[in-house]
């Protein structure tokens, strides 16, 4: 059955709970038998795509556990396999339908095994992917976290499970996710969902929903007790932080007053955040980041094009003019902070004076790093129904090389400037390539390494950089003496 809530909507507001039966779990189980599947069970979750599905992970592995299920990094182990998605191209699902082709000799092994997929591709393509995937027992999109225990014991029952409903409210803000594949240093805190902006290339709103924020207080307590058990950095996750907003008992508080609280838990607790919409960046949040030193001098502002008539196109509310705008504030307020973006090559109606004015801005900004993609068309979306897709892949593919090759040669100058510089750096861990160095991040977000001291992870060290890669700052430490 779908049930849509006002049709018009253009959240698409999807009301879908449907059993079917299925081939391989036909036999009805007794309730006993239902009580034992659902109690000692591991799970295991395979997460795709940004950081907050993998905060997403989290808030269901806590689900989870509350519910007597253990969690398990061994996929040989595991009774139930969760697939955490992500819809954002088609490069992503496609990479996900190949995945789901191994879980199906798994499943072979073991026809017991259960196999659930979670997030934006189970939200867009919901009873769609029941019939194409017949590996997959469970579909649970991204606000109907807390029924998978429910979802679960359908399942044990011979059933398929469903709900893809999307939430006006849901915020998880009571759940502590479970940190389950963290250094123990840095940690992720979710602070609003969904999104309301409507970029035409983008499937977020219509996977994601409505843009809601979440209680201040749970927040504040969340980083403060990350703090507690010994983390050291958090980052602020959202499709747009900038209009983050909570109003109780009638004093609102806007992002920069919640990076303001969160500032104040201690000094040695770092804030960092994503993403920042570049239409919403206000003066008052880089005052705010100015005035705290534990606010991380780095943001990343994703630009997608160069060029007015593309942002236009693209709906982003913002010409190249007010983009630049922002930069020069950034640059006023904070001139040591590092700016990074996302870019988009070969977006609909994209001509060669649109790619070269993306190529000027980049140069102009002087990015210290960006993420770079090629235009992919996404059903449901504006430019799905209302554009053509008429750059050619070889010229999308050409333009996107010229883009990766300048930001490369941008991001070699950003490091070759540190050398000499002296950063603060959190020790993170070791080095990928050896235990004799040590891996940490400056506020900057670029990644240090350098030889291991008598410090330890979670300390915070003053390193010289002394030599650089396009990627890493390598350096020495010159005194560690900033953890009072
Ligand atoms: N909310 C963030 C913002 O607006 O900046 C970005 C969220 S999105 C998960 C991350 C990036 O994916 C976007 O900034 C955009 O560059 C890229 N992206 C989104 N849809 C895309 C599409 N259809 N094709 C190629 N890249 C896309
Ligand atoms: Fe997608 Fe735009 Fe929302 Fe970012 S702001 S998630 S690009 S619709």
């Known amino acids: 059955m ?10 698409f507001l999807e009301l879908i709970t449907v059993y079917l039966c299925t081939l391989s779990f036909e036999s009805v189980k007794t309730e006993k038998a239902n009580e034992q599947a659902v109690s000692n069970k591991k799970f295991f979750i395979e997460t795709y795509g940004c950081q907050m599905n993998f905060s997403d992970s989290e808030i269901v592995a806590s689900i989870l556990e509350k519910e007597g299920f253990t969690g398990t990094k061994e996929l040989k182990d595991a009774d139930l396999i969760f697939i955490n998605t992500c819809s954002i191209r088609d490069h992503a699902e496609q990479r996900i339908r190949k995945r789901l082709d191994f879980m199906k000799s798994l499943k072979r092994k073991n026809p017991n095994l259960v196999v659930g997929m979670l997030g934006c591709m189970a939200e867009r ?35 398929k499970a469903i709900n893809t409903i999307l939430s006006l409210d849901e915020t998880y803000a009571d759940v502590s996710p479970v940190r389950y594949d963290s250094n ?33 207080t749970s927040i504040v307590k969340e980083a403060g007790s990350l703090f507690q058990s010994g983390f050291r950095e958090v980052t602020l996750l959202g499709q747009n932080v ?3 907003e909570w109003i109780e008992g009638g004093v ?28 919403d960046l206000s003066d008052e949040l880089l005052k705010t980041m100015a005035d705290h030193q534990n606010i991380c001098k780095a943001i990343h502002l994703p630009v997608q094009s160069g ?9 982003r509310k913002y010409t190249r003019e007010k983009y630049l705008d922002r930069i020069a504030a950034i640059r006023h307020y904070i001139p040591e902070c590092s700016i990074s973006t996302d870019i988009i090559a070969g977006f609909c109606d994209e001509s060669e004076e649109d790619h070269k004015e993306t190529l000027s801005l980049m140069e102009q900004v002087e990015f210290d790093y960006a993420f770079m993609f090629r235009y992919s068309e996404r059903p449901d979306t504006l430019a799905a129904e209302q554009y053509q897709d008429n750059v050619p892949d070889e010229v999308k593919d050409r333009r996107l090389r010229e883009i990766i090759d300048l930001q ?26 050896s235990r004799d160095y040590f891996s940490g991040r400056n506020s900057q977000n670029k990644v240090v390494l350098f030889p291991v001291t008598g410090n330890k992870i979670g300390e915070y060290v003053r390193v010289k950089i002394i030599r650089f890669t396009s990627a890493t700052l390598i350096g020495e430490v010159h005194e560690d003496d900033c953890n009072k």
Request: hydrophobic letters at 35%; charged letters at 25%; aromatic letters at 10%.
């Open 408 to 433: 490369q040669k941008l991001s070699w100058q950003s490091n070759k400037k540190d050398v000499s510089k002296i950063f603060e750096v959190l020790i993170e861990g070791y080095s990928k390539r």
């Open 2 to 11: 779908t049930f849509k809530l006002n049709g018009d909507s253009a959240l």
């Open 307 to 315: 060029s007015s008539f593309i942002l236009d196109h693209m709906n």
């Open 125 to 159: 393509l919901k009873t769609q992917l029941l019939e194409e995937e017949q590996v997959l027992d469970l579909i649970a999109g991204p606000d109907s976290y807390r029924d998978l225990p429910k979802l679960i014991t359908d399942v044990e029952s011979g059933h």
């Open 242 to 244: 900038n209009s983050y």
């Open 184 to 216: 123990g240093i840095s940690a992720f805190i979710s602070i609003m969902r969904g999104c309301e902006n409507y970029c035409a290339y983008c499937v977020v709103p219509y996977v994601r929903g409505q843009e809601r924020s979440r209680d201040v």
């Open 252 to 279: 609102k508080t806007s992002f920069a007053g919640l990076l303001e609280k969160i500032a104040g838990i201690n000094p040695l607790l770092r804030i960092r955040f994503a993403t920042s919409h570049p239409k």
